[in-house]
């Protein structure tokens, strides 16, 4: 089996971001800066309990709306979308 790379580049919100692999797609999306969505109220949120309990980390993945965040694998080439 060929060795898997040390790091992935995903897209969050149209930016690429380079993280190391077995990191969660809630902490990529921190790393941009990017709240992970805003509220119904317009407030930033984020991950709050980070076992996917909470329901605050929810985006995007994939074309795949209201993932947890903080339970999935970033994967190479992942399109992750917050707002």
Do not use: W, Y
Request: charged share 20%; aromatic share 4%.
């Amino acid at each position: 089996m060929p060795e898997q790379p040390d790091f992935l580049i995903l897209k969050v919100n149209d930016k690429f971001v380079t993280v190391a692999r077995g990191t969660t797609v809630a902490a990529a999306i921190l790393m941009t800066g990017a709240p992970i969505r805003i509220s119904v109220t317009g407030e930033p949120r984020g991950p709050l309990c980070g076992m996917g309990i909470c329901f605050e980390c929810r985006a995007t993945i994939d074309g795949a709306p209201h993932q947890r965040t903080c339970q999935i694998l970033c994967a190479q080439d992942m399109e992750v979308h917050t707002l």
